[in-house]
C-alpha cells in the first residue's frame, strides 16, 4: 500500500505476504466505510482488509497496519476479479472465478467486517476474467454487472455478459451479451454515470473498445422484465498493437486509460461529436512519450467496428 505525501512523493506504508498463490487483484472499498481493502488470488479465496491505526496506549501508536477481516471460500477455482459495489448500494462485494461463477457477498453490519453473508450466485457458463457494477444511482437503473471471459474456446462467442438484478425474482439474470467481442477479455469497465440516460462500457481485450448501452423500454412480462439495450461500438483503438490488460476511467467517466504489453498508458477522449481520440501517451516510468497529440480516431457515426483506425502515433515506434 502506498501513501502519497505533502510533496508529492510516494512511500511504501504497508507490505505484507498473503495469500498461498499469486494475487490476481486488489481493490479498494470506499472511504465511507473506512480504509478496506479486498484481494483475491490463485488460491480460490478472496479477503477483506482493514487498516487499523495504533491506539495511544500501544507501542504502535500512530502506526498504521492492515487487519485480515474475513477469507471467502466459497470458490472451488481460482477468483480472477473482486469489485466493491457502488456504495449507495451498500457494502458488497463481487468476486468472480475461473469456474465461471460470480458471487456477491454484503456485510450487514459496516462496523464488523468479520461477517459477510453470500448474497447471490450467478452461474455465467464460461471461465470469468474481470467483472464492473454499474455505478448508476439513479433508480431508473437496476443493479448491473458486467463480465467478461478470457476463455480462448471458439464455442463461446460473446465474451462480454451483462447481468441485471430483476426486483421481482429478487436474483440476477443476464441481460445483454456483446456478441461482437469474441476475442479473451481482460478487464471492462463502467464508466461513471453522472446524469447520462445511458451506460458506457469499456473492454481490454487484444485492443480497446467502448461501447454505448442505451436501455429500451422494458417489456412487460409476468417476471417483471429485463432491461433490453441498444448496444453500439463507438470507438475501437488498435494502438497498443499488444493485448490489453487494463483500462480505468477517471471519476466523472470522461477520460478513459488503457494500459497494454507495449509498456504504454494510454488516455483516451471524446469530443462534443462523440469522436473518441487518444490524448496523451505515458510510458510505464510515468513519462509523456512525444507527439501524443497526433491521435487514433473512430467516428461513432461510422458504425462499424471494422472501419480502419487511422493510427499514427508519432511515439508508437518509441512505445514499443
Known amino acids: 500500500v502506498w501513501d502519497k505525501s ?3 512523493d510516494w512511500h511504501c506504508t504497508a507490505s505484507w505476504k498473503t495469500h498461498s498463490g499469486s494475487v490476481w487483484r486488489v ?3 470506499h472511504p465511507e466505510f473506512g480504509q478496506v481493502l479486498a484481494s483475491c488470488s490463485f488460491d480460490r479465496t478472496a479477503a477483506v482488509w482493514e487498516e487499523i491505526v495504533g491506539e495511544s496506549n500501544d507501542k504502535l501508536r500512530g502506526q498504521s497496519h492492515w487487519v485480515k477481516r474475513t477469507t471467502l ?3 472451488r477455482t481460482s477468483v480472477t476479479d473482486v469489485k466493491f459495489a457502488p456504495k449507495h448500494m451498500g457494502l458488497m462485494l463481487a468476486t468472480c472465478s475461473a469456474d465461471g461463477v460470480v458471487r456477491i457477498y454484503e456485510a450487514p453490519d459496516v462496523m464488523n467486517l468479520s461477517q459477510w453473508s453470500l448474497q447471490h450466485e450467478i452461474s455465467c457458463k464460461l471461465s470469468c476474467s474481470c467483472i464492473s457494477w454499474n ?3 439513479s433508480r431508473a437503473h437496476s443493479p448491473m454487472i458486467a463480465v467478461g471471459s478470457d476463455d480462448n474456446s471458439p464455442n463461446i462467442l460473446a465474451k462480454v455478459q451483462i447481468y441485471e438484478y430483476n426486483e421481482n425474482t429478487r436474483k440476477y439474470a443476464k441481460a445483454e451479451a456483446l456478441m461482437t467481442v469474441t476475442d479473451p477479455v481482460h478487464d471492462i469497465a463502467f464508466a461513471p454515470n453522472l446524469g447520462r440516460s445511458f451506460h458506457i ?5 487484444k485492443d480497446v473498445r467502448i461501447f454505448t448501452l ?3 423500454r422494458k417489456e412487460l412480462t409476468s417476471s417483471g422484465g429485463l432491461t433490453k ?3 453500439h461500438i463507438v470507438a475501437q483503438f488498435d494502438n497498443h498493437n499488444s493485448q490489453v490488460w487494463r483500462v480505468s476511467w477517471n471519476i466523472t467517466g470522461t477520460v478513459l486509460a488503457s494500459s497494454g504489453d507495449d509498456g504504454c498508458v494510454r488516455l483516451w477522449k471524446a469530443n462534443y461529436m462523440d469522436n473518441w481520440k ?14 501524443s497529440s497526433q491521435q487514433g480516431i473512430f467516428n461513432a457515426s461510422l458504425g462499424s467496428a471494422n472501419a480502419s483506425l487511422q493510427n499514427s502515433l508519432n511515439g508508437s515506434s518509441a512505445s514499443r
Open 73 to 75: 471460500v466459497d470458490s
Open 214 to 216: 442505451k436501455p429500451l
Open 27 to 29: 481493490t479498494w472499498a
Open 229 to 231: 439495450f441498444e448496444i
Open 135 to 137: 455505478p448508476s444511482s
Open 6 to 8: 505533502e510533496n508529492g
Open 278 to 291: 487518444c490524448t496523451g501517451i505515458l510510458k510505464g516510468n510515468g513519462s509523456p512519450v512525444n507527439g
Open 201 to 205: 462500457l469499456a473492454v481490454a481485450t
